[in-house]
């Protein structure tokens, strides 16, 4: 029987975390926050710890649950396991429908938006970029995960060197660093501002996206039980020291008026304070970035649609490894078609934009699996245990509930929300569309055994 080949090392999964992690939400998001803290330089720079703090406590959680459950799907085991098949599928269901393969897309896109600032194309020219690139990305995961790790790599290390090179030189030039402290906090914080903060986190969280996507691959790990913890932590603290001083940057090169009202921050620095054309520089890194991102989703990703399906919760065949590359290349091509699709159709952004949020409630109820664990297997085999017990999963689970409650709330009653009631309902409908589906399949499944049953009477 093939099996999947463990050959993702140390290095490989710190670059994962890394890679997965920055796509294009540092280089476009910063000045969205700042608008949504009333230009505080101070609230902006706490919402991007704090997001960091978060995550970290995330990644601290789920690397005792990888190092104890190194098999492929990650947080789909950890769910299976603790809350039973239905969360789990209703968990892999949107992260097949619409997380990892809308993140794709859109990262697909982004990719085509930026290469068409370097070479003029028409809006069709645009859409076969964007499935170009995710083409090139889906033969080199069906290839071999040794290749698309390489490949991630690589990527990985130009784009996290962009950003330090783009920074250091914003802090260089900058001149207003006076602006830091005229506009360091708010005359007065009121609860309004708080739950705006609130919704800022959001944005900084979306900035810290998928480093929950590298436990999905924990079947593919050489010694998981050490390396997944240490590329956890090592991953995250680079990250929330490169977003902070990028941040900051900006602002220097800006100062907060300017980084508010701009929603391509990057180029907008660049320009003004280094070059006008080593803008095109940066549209350069940022599709190293986004390819390098949806990369890592076609190296992570398909990993969850396989192991369903070897529960009997998905297709069948795409539980099935390619006898030659080791890959569950089935699952990678299926997930591929479907981002080409929502790309194709442009109607995956706001699908995305509904369903993000809500995956929150997954993440929390993730982290929550360290609980059960303890309680059920009390005396397994933990090659590594979260510090701060129980208190750094229990803030991490707490912090995911009142973001999707902050959510919710300034949805409905905030006057500065960009969101609808309708899409935070339509949020929640993806995920409760998934019910029929598992129904059939689960049948299908019990009714798969018991002909197994009677044949073996």
Known sequence: MTTLA???????????????????????????????????VGLAMLVWLVGGVVTLLGALTYGEMTAMKP??????????????????????????????????ATLSVAFSKYFREIVPLSDTGGKVVSLAMILVIAVINVRGTRRSADVQNVSTMIKAGAVVLMSAGLLAMGRNYHALTASLWPEKITGALLSQ??????????????????TFSAGEAIEPQRNYPRAFLGGILFLIALYIVANLAYIAALGPADVAATDTIAATSVSRVLSPALAKLVALAIMVSTFSAANSIQLTAPRVYY????????????????????TPALAIVIGAVWSAALAVSGTFQKLFTYVIFSGW????????CVFVYRKREPHAERPYRVPGYPWTPGLFV?????????????TFFSAKSTATPLEAAVGIGIIVAGLPAYLVWSWKGKKKKVETNDEHR
Not at 6 to 29: E, K, N, Y
Not at 307 to 326: N, Q, T, V, Y
Request: net charge positive; hydrophobic share 60%.
């Open 6 to 40: 463990r050959t993702l090392g140390f290095r490989d999964l710190l670059l994962l975390v890394i890679g997965a992690v920055i796509g294009s939400g540092i280089f476009l998001v910063p000045g969205a926050i700042l608008r949504q803290v009333d230009g505080s």
């Open 197 to 214: 903060a609130g919704m800022a986190m959001i944005g900084a969280l979306w900035a810290y996206e998928a480093w929950q996507f590298a």
């Open 361 to 368: 409630i997954f993440y929390g109820l993730a982290a929550a």
């Open 71 to 104: 098999q492929a799907g990650g947080i789909y085991v950890f769910i299976r396991d603790c809350f039973g098949r239905l969360a789990a599928f209703l968990y892999g269901w949107t992260l097949f429908f619409v997380i990892a393969t809308g993140a794709t």
């Open 398 to 410: 707490v912090a995911a509930a009142a973001l999707v409650v902050n959510t919710i709330y300034s």
């Open 307 to 326: 192991a369903m399906a070897a529960d009997g919760l998905f297709f069948k065949k795409l539980s099935e490894i390619h006898p030659r590359f080791r």
